[in-house]
């Protein structure tokens, strides 16, 4: 027979108050390097004492307690490695580019979907005029019948900070759905691309019946082509996620989507700074005519020639840079 | 015997030691969110009040700021958004201020701490569970899967778990000495579920009505109490000599 209850609580209580202690500290960062030792000693000894409660004491509160304190003191012992300031240079230099090739195929596929779209939209209103006016949305094709371009009044209500600020925001927003509709398995990223892709096309085209397709131009030049290749890779992201719950492999379902999830979501983390970065030259660059079209679209290319060079070539490795590695995906 | 099993995350340590931790429930979570969000809803209207001011611009100084507010007001929505939950998490070992409230925790499947990616992933996956209204997806599935876990938190591999406040004192609590009491040193040990059971008496007493309280003790110390009859009705002549002895009973192996 163990010893009573009360007796075994008033023995061991000490130590579980020490450790409980020397958590809070831990907790706050204030926990020197000798305490540490003490520390572990103490989630030992706290270990020991669950096993002696589960045995003689199940379902009592000190069990409860012991499994409580045994659960805080796991957590922090086996943390997983700080992921701060190195961890996020390393994560640009070398993990997110790396994700992206090694994801290629879907980032391929949300490309295919997003030009499909394009060529969609674009079809539907060279073909029947009339499609525009269920493609196009009412207030863009009220200024193209005007024949001026909705975007030279952005600046003329806001300046040019707020409009980046707001174009960025929205920008990412999108871009995070995009990604989180992946759990429609797919078809929400799906429709987002298709869909994206259909409006670009049918504003590009009724802009080209109309002969404003230079003015379009000139407005999207300078932006288009980073901000675009971000869609299509967030698209890829979402693709990744669908295909997990779809398709999870030789893992059960659950945890297939717990790796992909983790996959995926390093795409859309490492494009934010960009789509934030675009956004700028998406408020100050592109609308109005203080820039030449010809500047504007220099730097366009020039932005996007960058941002898929970092892309493609950041941090490769030997391997890479010989041959596809066995475990790439397809 | 236990009850109804709650919803349990089994971890298995390195120490060879099983931990049971006790899993939230829609309930916790829907609180922790109603306290997250009402405090983000108050953030922003201090906020909303200090911009108009700026923007109105009543003093006249501020002309050059209104741009720089119209900026960050953008920013800052955005960062309650979607930041606030993430960086809270991570830097408050998976606890935003509503989770700390409510006393919840994110966890990863296995029982250890958030990182950035898993606490970004479901939390990014808030778009897709406040769909079509009001988390009416995030609930739909934490009333479908086992360990109540919203949809951002299938794809993250994350759930919460409960931290209960257990008062140990109730165990090493001196026992009362106003009412000298014969120790029956020699009487049976307790069995733990006993012990249980009476400190759960004990600290429930002073709220129950009279008579229950009476009944209840009664039957307690017919359980626990001396063999012989006449011991026994004098521990039950008051209320406060029952518990009296109870409690000596359950101190009395100290």
């Not at chain 1, 893992?251 to 390093?266: C, D, F, I, N, Y």
Request: proline share 5%; aromatic share 8%; glycine share 10%.
């Amino acid at each position: 027979m163990a010893t009573p209850l009360p007796a075994y609580v008033a023995q061991r209580r000490t130590d579980w108050d020490a450790l409980q202690a020397l958590l809070a500290k831990q907790r706050s960062g204030t926990l020197k390097l000798g305490e540490l030792r003490t520390l572990d000693t103490l989630y030992r000894r706290a270990s020991a004492d669950l096993a002696h409660a589960q045995t003689f004491y199940a379902g009592t509160d000190v069990h409860r307690f012991l499994n409580q304190l045994c659960g805080q003191a796991y957590a922090s012992i086996y943390q997983p490695p700080r992921e701060r300031w190195p961890a996020m240079r390393d994560f640009f230099r070398r993990e997110f580019p790396a994700t992206l090739r090694r994801e290629r195929g879907f980032v391929g596929a949300s490309a295919v979907l997003f030009i499909l779209g394009i060529l969609l939209g674009a079809l539907v209103v060279l073909w029947e005029p009339r499609g525009a006016e269920l493609l196009v949305p009412a207030g863009v094709r009220h200024y193209v019948a005007q024949g001026r371009m909705w975007t030279d009044d952005i600046l003329s209500v806001a300046p040019p900070n707020s409009v980046a600020s707001g174009i960025a925001t929205n920008n990412l927003t999108v871009t995070i759905v995009t990604f989180a509709l992946g759990l429609t398995g797919g078809l929400g990223t799906l429709f987002l691309l298709v869909n994206n892709g259909v409006h670009i096309g049918a504003i590009s085209a009724l802009c080209a019946r109309e002969g404003m397709l230079g003015g379009l131009l000139d407005f999207i030049a300078a932006h288009g082509p980073v901000e675009l290749s971000i869609l299509v890779i967030a698209g890829g992201a979402g693709l990744m996620v669908g295909q997990a719950l779809i398709d999870p492999g030789e893992l059960p379902r659950g945890q297939a989507l717990a790796v992909r999830g983790r996959e995926a979501v390093k795409l859309v983390l490492g494009c934010a700074p960009f789509l934030a970065l675009i956004g700028v030259v998406e408020g100050y660059v592109s609308p109005g005519d203080m820039f030449p079209t010809w500047l504007k679209a220099g730097l366009g290319l020039v932005l996007g020639a960058l941002f898929w060079a970092y892309l493609l070539r950041a941090g490769r490795t030997e391997a890479e840079a010989t041959g596809a590695p066995a475990d790439s995906a397809s | 015997m236990r009850s109804a099993p709650t919803p349990h995350l089994d971890v298995a340590t390195p120490e060879r030691v099983a931990l049971t931790l006790p899993i939230a429930g829609i309930g916790y979570r829907c609180l922790a969110w109603l306290v997250d969000a009402s405090l983000l809803f108050f953030f922003w209207l201090v906020a909303y009040f200090v911009f108009t001011l700026l923007v109105s611009d009543v003093l006249g100084v501020f002309q050059a700021l209104s741009g720089v507010g119209q900026t960050l007001l953008v920013v800052g929505v955005f960062a309650t958004q979607w930041l606030y939950w993430t960086v809270s998490e991570v830097f408050f070992h998976g606890q935003t201020v509503g989770k700390r409230v409510l006393g919840i925790r994110v966890v990863r499947t296995d029982g250890s701490p958030v990182g950035v990616y898993e606490s970004a992933v479901r939390n990014l996956c808030r778009a897709v569970d406040f769909l079509p209204m009001l988390y009416a997806a995030a609930c739909v599935s934490m009333l479908l899967t086992r360990q109540h876990r919203r949809l951002g938190d299938l794809l993250a591999g994350t759930l919460l778990v409960r931290e209960e406040r257990i008062d140990l004192d109730k165990y090493t609590a001196a026992p009362s000495t106003s009412e000298p009491l014969p120790q029956d040193t020699g009487a049976r040990p307790l069995s733990p579920e006993d012990v249980e059971l009476v400190l759960s008496f004990l600290s429930r007493a002073p709220g129950l009505a009279p008579e229950v309280r009476q009944r209840l003790g009664a039957r307690l110390v017919e359980r626990v109490g001396p063999d012989d009859a006449e011991a026994r009705a004098a521990v039950l002549v008051s209320a406060e000599s029952t518990e009296a002895f109870l409690r000596a009973r359950v101190q009395g192996a100290r």
